[in-house]
């Protein structure tokens, strides 16, 4: 037996999300039958919402519904310190630490040649670009401790190398191969205030 088409139709929405099994997604979809029309509401208008008013920064490629993100548009922060994430969710987590202080710029991706991705495929030439045009002094790499973040910082270095820019990387209290989104506030947290310079060996 099976669900009136209206609530299997959400629970198979429910089901096309990271993460979400057959089973979750049909409390999910229970449980919207419980919201009043005012919260039922703002959940529909908040899924449209999504997808169309949010954006990319056209500064550093993070989430925004505007030209610029939030973060882009705080003058209070250090222009001369520039922390490069493969995606916006990474940002929200340095953010959450509340002790880094300067931009961001999401690359959206790391280099994998066996994956058919190159440097030319993600946002590296947009880097480039904004910290000659921005003159920032630091560059830190927080970009995930794999083979293939690796491969992406050590190229990021290599472009760098003949500029006066300072390259670090976050310490590798983050364990290899880990996913940034699942390691703790206080590892990463330190991982940051002991950022190396690319050059230093690990």
Known sequence: MRYPTTIQ?????FNHLPGIGEKTAERLALAT?????ETLSVFAKSLKDVKTKV??????????????CEI???????????????????????EKLETFHGYYHVI??????????NPEDIHIPQLIDRIKK???EEVI??????????????????????????????AHGVPLGAEMDYVDSLTLELALENRKKLSESD
């Open 134 to 136: 921005e003159k920032i």
């Open 9 to 13: 139709n959400l629970i198979e929405c």
């Open 141 to 170: 790499l927080a970009l995930k401790p794999s083979v293939e973040g690796e491969t992406t910082s050590l190229y990021i270095s290599k472009l760098l190398s003949k500029t006066n820019v300072l390259v670090s990387k976050i």
């Open 72 to 94: 882009c548009k705080d003058k209070g922060r250090d222009s001369k310190i520039l922390c490069v994430v493969e995606n916006p969710k990474n940002i929200m987590l340095f």
């Open 55 to 68: 954006k990319r920064c056209t500064r550093c490629n993070n989430y925004a519904e505007e030209e610029l």
């Open 33 to 37: 039958l419980s919201f009043d029309e």
């Open 108 to 117: 959206d991706g790391l280099i994998s040649p066996l994956d058919g991705i």
